[in-house]
């Protein structure tokens, strides 16, 4: 079992952060809802609202999940050729890449999708890097259209300025549109890090990049004396290595090494990662410093 795999428990729906015994899940899918499979209702649950559903396994924001009471796993990888003949919308997206390891998740992979739900793809490994280029060139000729970032920006509740959220997105190259039909693609590569330190308070930090893993899960980003780790989506491949950052979350600290948490909740509120390296060179410092 892998991350962004998902598993049924009691109809309900968890989106799998790690394998084992028990299953470290987050919850996206209870009874009740706009949402309709074999003739039962289901609704999108909100971060803050997890805990009311199979509550006995909740704790610290997640679900852990024991292997014995899962109904159904549904395996994002072994699952696309079943999910494509059902779902032309996922066949449109997996028909463009043709790529050996991928797959999909969240609703369009449990089958609450609805006719205007994005297409969640996986890429595995070094397979990710290929989409992203393929993504970048695709744009480049024609093939696919770029978002609509101004509905991404609202969608995501972004606290900076648009201008600012706008060129950081425009570079990440992991998202389109291909004949109307809207995608994300994910990575998924080595085991998914969760981290419990001692919690200090929220903090600003600056600082040069020296290492990233930018499209992880958390994304990375290590400073000389801070390591800032990004549980929300928004900010996945914000910055790279050798670009000077600011970052704004959560700081814990973790056998004496200082940890920024950026997405401490769903809802990012004040919490982001900026690369100032990209604002000045494009010009949009100023609006950025307005904001503070």
């Known amino acids: 079992?892998?991350?962004?795999?998902?598993?049924?428990?009691?109809?309900?729906?968890?989106?799998?952060?790690?394998?084992?015994?028990?299953?470290?899940?987050?919850?996206r899918y209870a009874p009740n809802g706009d949402r309709v499979k074999d003739g039962k209702n289901y609704g999108k649950v909100?971060?803050?609202?997890?805990g009311k559903y199979l509550s006995e396994f909740y704790r610290d924001?997640?679900?852990?999940?024991?292997?014995e009471i899962v109904d159904r796993h549904y395996d994002a990888m072994k699952m696309l050729r079943e999910v494509c003949e059902r779902d032309e919308c996922v066949k449109r997206v997996?028909?463009?890449?043709?790529?050996?390891?991928?797959?999909?998740?969240?609703?369009?992979?449990?089958?609450?999708a609805k006719d205007d739900s994005d297409v969640d793809f996986v890429l595995y490994d070094e397979c990710f890097d290929i989409g992203?280029?393929?993504?970048?060139?695709?744009i480049e000729r024609g093939i696919l259209d770029e978002p609509d970032f101004e509905?991404?920006?609202?969608?995501?509740?972004?606290?900076?300025?648009y201008e600012?959220?706008?060129?950081?997105?425009?570079?990440?190259?992991?998202?389109a549109v291909l004949n109307g039909v809207r995608f994300d693609i994910l990575y998924v590569g080595g085991d998914v890090r969760l981290v419990r330190g001692k919690r200090v308070g929220k903090l600003t930090v600056r600082g040069r990049v020296v290492e990233a893993k930018p499209f992880d899960y958390p994304a990375v980003y290590r400073l000389n004396d801070c390591e800032i780790l990004c549980y929300t989506h928004t900010f996945v491949g914000?910055?790279?290595?050798?670009?000077?950052?600011?970052?704004?979350?959560?700081?814990?600290?973790?056998?004496?090494?200082?940890?920024?948490?950026?997405?401490s909740r769903r809802d990012v509120e004040d919490e982001y990662v900026v690369s100032l390296t990209l604002l000045e060179r494009e010009g949009i410092w100023y609006d950025f410093e307005r904001l503070k």
């Open 94 to 112: 997996a028909d463009f890449f043709k790529l050996e390891k991928m797959g999909v998740t969240g609703s369009r992979l449990v089958g609450l």
């Open 132 to 138: 992203r280029e393929m993504i970048r060139r695709g």
């Open 1 to 27: 079992m892998r991350f962004r795999d998902f598993v049924e428990v009691k109809d309900h729906y968890l989106s799998v952060l790690k394998g084992g015994n028990p299953i470290v899940c987050v919850l």
């Open 238 to 263: 914000q910055a790279f290595v050798g670009e000077f950052v600011e970052a704004r979350g959560v700081l814990e600290v973790l056998n004496g090494n200082r940890i920024l948490i950026v997405g």
């Open 61 to 67: 924001g997640l679900h852990y999940i024991p292997l």
């Open 46 to 50: 909100d971060h803050s609202e997890a």
């Open 164 to 175: 600012v959220f706008e060129v950081h997105e425009r570079r990440k190259f992991n998202k």
């Open 151 to 161: 509905e991404v920006y609202r969608k995501r509740k972004v606290s900076l300025p």
